[in-house]
């Protein structure tokens, strides 16, 4: 079984982050040693790890700037400290059999992985089939709303408008919304509640005029046909 061991990084491993992923692992890699990259400042962004990874170790990435980690559909086991001391939005498992050693991923804010699978149990889960990418964050979409929960890569500046409809579906709280790896302005609709601790600016409610021959009350955030 081939490992990454700490004492010989620099002679067998080149990391690059690009686009999120490694851009060099030995070949046929399966184990991630414990604390191999623990408090690499240079780890940023989403880090896909390569299909021969068997295991990932305690605190491997530890300590890094890691906005995301996604594992390999043939992983058996990941640490529950995998990230530890970090500030990761999520950890996406690709297989139904991934185990992690814990009752929780240590400083990770959300899991998703296929609905039943090994990890469905921890806080923070959502199931991959309930997520919809827009404008760069993921929404879990449920019948009756699309939930907001974190950006899929960091936006490290510039501007987001969180919509008030993703697919039809309204936003309806921001309470589940993490804003880690984003540093950029955000912009949401006016009849949300902002988060205690959250900054964002308030955009308003459509407005249009025409005669109306009756009003329905509705719910904030409801769609609304009018003929």
Not at 23 to 51: K, M, W, Y
Not at 56 to 71: M, N, Y
Request: hydrophobic share 45%.
């Amino acid at each position: 079984m081939k490992k990454i061991v700490s004492g010989w990084l620099l002679a067998l491993v080149m990391v690059l982050c690009v686009s999120g992923a490694f851009a060099e692992l030995p070949a046929n890699l399966e184990v991630i040693e414990s604390s191999a990259f623990e408090g690499d400042a240079a780890l940023q962004g989403v880090l896909t790890l390569p299909e021969t990874i068997v295991n990932v170790e305690s605190r491997a990435f530890a300590q890094t700037g890691v906005h995301a980690l996604i594992i390999p559909e043939g992983c058996e086991s990941v640490a529950a400290d995998v990230l530890a001391g970090g500030s990761a939005a999520y950890v996406t498992f690709s297989g139904a059999e991934t185990a992690v050693d814990g009752d929780e991923l240590t400083d990770v804010a959300y899991v998703f992985g296929p609905e039943g699978s090994a990890v469905s149990t921890l806080p923070g889960f959502y199931a991959s089939e309930s997520l919809y990418v827009l404008d760069g964050f993921f929404y879990s979409m449920t019948q009756e709303e699309a939930i907001p929960l974190c950006p899929v890569n960091p936006i490290e500046e510039g501007s987001v408008v969180l919509p008030k409809l993703v697919d039809s579906l309204p936003v309806r709280s921001l309470d589940t919304l993490v804003l880690r790896g984003c540093e950029a302005m955000i912009s949401v609709p006016s009849y949300l509640d902002v988060p205690e601790g959250m900054t964002a600016t308030l955009y308003g409610a459509m407005t249009a005029k025409a005669p109306v021959p009756s009003v329905t009350e509705c719910t904030a955030g409801d769609t609304v046909t009018w003929t």
